[in-house]
């Protein structure tokens, strides 16, 4: 887990001048559990590294947002079309862009498509593959109980189980110690279930 320290929290940049200060807001001093994957990939980066901090500039030290803004997202959004003869040329994606103005486009854009708050968190979806095991699931589950239909309630039950790992988490659900089971509670606790009138066993082979 990375604790953020309410004191020394932060890495702040004022001209030349580079030192470690307390974070933009309340909110931001808070402990982000990692995903075990990301706990491998940064144990494999540090045994590569002599340097103090995780990320380190080119030659070593803090990495400066200045750099990453001039090296990376600069030439990322705004091309090079105006340099002669470069040595890879670059389409510009956005002139102007900026992170501050990506974040909050991005917000807005979910606002404005009427995505639910809780969709905020999530990167990648499940697959359709998600819905047809969902279903296959289900029906299995019927059989264990005794049908040989599937009502809501067995498709409700095996949700979590089918889904939960196809679920790729945004960064925002991951600071703030959001999980699979918890978006998939919410969800199915909005979406209504359909009425199903239930019918008799019929006899015969049952279909699973």
């Known amino acids: 887990m990375i604790v953020i320290d309410p004191v020394i929290g932060a890495l702040h940049e004022s001209g030349s001048r580079l030192w ?8 931001s001093v808070r402990t982000i559990t990692l995903p075990p994957f990301l706990i491998t990939l940064l144990g494999e980066h540090l045994e590569t590294s002599d340097e ?32 002669a003869n470069p040595r890879v040329r670059a389409l510009p994606i956005r002139p102007g862009l900026t992170f501050h103005g990506l974040r909050h486009s991005h917000k807005t854009w979910l606002i404005d498509d009427g995505m639910p708050e809780i969709a905020h968190y999530i990167t990648y979806g499940a ?15 019927a059989f264990v109980r005794g049908r040989n239909y599937a009502l809501p309630q067995d498709v409700i039950d095996m949700a979590r189980d089918v889904i939960r790992h196809r679920l790729v988490l945004s960064f925002e659900a991951l600071s703030d110690n959001v999980t699979s089971d918890a978006i998939l509670s919410t969800v199915l606790g909005r979406v209504p279930v359909p009425v199903v009138p239930l019918r008799e066993p019929t006899n015969g082979r049952v279909s699973a």
Do not use: C, Q
Request: aromatic residues 6%.
């Open 52 to 83: 103090n901090a995780v990320f380190a500039g080119p030659r070593g030290g803090w990495l400066r947002r200045s750099n990453v803004y001039r090296r990376a997202l600069r030439p990322a959004a705004d091309g090079n079309l105006h340099i």
């Open 20 to 27: 470690l200060g307390p974070p933009k807001t309340a909110a």
């Open 127 to 141: 697959s359709p593959r998600a819905s047809i095991n969902l279903i296959l699931t289900a029906r299995a589950l």
